[in-house]
T-cell receptor, first 117, second 114 residues
Framework: EAGVTQFPSHSVIEKGQTVTLRCDPI?????LYWYRRVMGKEIKFLLH????????ESGMPNNRFLAERTGGTYSTLKVQPAELEDSGVYFC???????????????FGQGTRLTVV | AQSVTQPDIHITVSEGASLELRCNYS??????LFWYVQSPGQGLQLLLK??????LVQGIKGFEAEFKRSQSSFNLRKPSVHWSDAAEYFC????????????FGTGTRLLVSP
C-alpha cells in the first residue's frame, strides 16, 4: 500500500511567484493535515481536513496560503505570492479517522522543501 | 505558553552505547505524547505513543519512552544504538484535541559514531 505522497520533493521559486504543493494521502484516510517546518524551528500545524471540509485552519499563517482538498482525496497547498519567510519543509499527513486515538495514527509524507529566493 | 522542549539540538553517541533523548512539555493536563523519527529522505515515522496507563511505553526499533508526570517529561531511550539510528527525532504532543493536531519540539539530531 502506498504511503502519503507529496509533490514536488523540492521547489525553488522567486519571491512573488506562486507555488502549489500537492499531497496524496493514504487511500481511505478521511483526515489530512498540513504542517510546516521553518529552518531550525519546530514543525508547526497549519490545517486539518476531514474529507473535503476544513476542520481546523488555525495554523495558516496568512491569506497568501490557500489549501484545498478536492473531493476529499488529494490536497493542494498554494502560496501566492510567495515571500522569503515561506521557505521551509511542508509536511502532509493523513489518518484513518479522528477520535479514539488508538486507531488514528497520523502517517507523514516525506515533505516538500520550498525555497523562496 | 504551551510548548514542547527538546533541549538537545545535537547528540553524538557511539554505536552500541545507550541513548536518552529528552523531552519536556508545558501543558496543564497530561496530553497525548509521541515520538517521531525522520531518517534522511524519509517522512516522519511514529516510534511510539502514550495515552494513559503504564508509564513505560515500548515502541518500534527497540525504543522505549517513560512518561513522568511530576517532571512533565517523556524521554526516549534505547539501550544499544545502531548506526542506522542516526536521524532526527521529534517529540510531539496532542493537547487532548483528539485530532492529531500535534505540537512538536524542535527536534534532536542523533549522530552515531563508529
Amino acid at each position: 500500500e502506498a504511503g502519503v505522497t507529496q509533490f514536488p520533493s523540492h521547489s525553488v521559486i522567486e519571491k512573488g511567484q506562486t507555488v502549489t504543493l500537492r499531497c496524496d494521502p493514504i487511500s481511505g484516510h478521511d483526515n489530512l493535515y498540513w504542517y510546516r517546518r521553518v529552518m531550525g524551528k519546530e514543525i508547526k500545524f497549519l490545517l486539518h481536513f476531514v474529507k473535503e471540509s476544513k476542520q481546523d485552519e488555525s495554523g495558516m499563517p496568512n491569506n497568501r496560503f490557500l489549501a484545498e482538498r478536492t473531493g476529499g482525496t488529494y490536497s493542494t497547498l498554494k502560496v501566492q505570492p510567495a515571500e522569503l519567510e515561506d521557505s521551509g519543509v511542508y509536511f502532509c499527513a493523513s489518518s484513518l479517522r479522528a477520535g479514539g486515538l488508538m486507531n488514528t495514527e497520523a502517517f507523514f509524507g516525506q515533505g516538500t522543501r520550498l525555497t523562496v529566493v | 505558553a504551551q510548548s514542547v522542549t527538546q533541549p538537545d539540538i545535537h547528540i553524538t553517541v557511539s554505536e552500541g552505547a545507550s541513548l536518552e533523548l529528552r523531552c519536556n512539555y508545558s501543558y496543564g493536563a497530561t496530553p497525548y505524547l509521541f515520538w517521531y523519527v525522520q531518517s534522511p529522505g524519509q517522512g516522519l515515522q511514529l516510534l511510539l505513543k502514550y495515552f494513559s496507563g503504564d508509564t513505560l511505553v515500548q515502541g518500534i526499533k527497540g525504543f522505549e519512552a517513560e512518561f513522568k508526570r511530576s517532571q512533565s517529561s517523556f524521554n526516549l531511550r534505547k539501550p544499544s544504538v545502531h548506526w542506522s539510528d542516526a536521524a532526527e527525532y521529534f517529540c510531539a504532543v496532542d493537547p487532548n484535541t483528539g485530532f492529531q493536531k500535534l505540537v512538536f519540539g524542535t527536534g534532536t539530531r542523533l549522530l552515531v559514531s563508529p
